[in-house]
């Protein structure tokens, strides 16, 4: 526990700085806070949010897509 702690409270943004991050599997519990947590550090305007569902609540932009699907995606 003391190592995800450690982990939780340092600040990434540096390496993340000007570019734009995707989150597939945002409805899922770890995907909604990752995404979250990322769209307040690094802001809201560089998290993308994917998920499979029509329709998600994030603060950021969302896509409704299958990360599994690569053939329609090319």
Known sequence: MQ???????RNYSGA????????????????????????KELGKDNVIAADL???????????QLDVTDGEKYR
């Open 16 to 39: 993340w700085k000007d570019q734009k991050v995707m989150i597939a599997g945002c409805g899922g519990q770890i995907g909604s806070a990752l995404t979250e947590a990322l769209a």
């Open 53 to 63: 569902a029509e329709t998600r609540e994030t603060s950021c932009k969302y896509y």
């Open 3 to 9: 190592n995800l702690i450690n982990v939780q409270s």
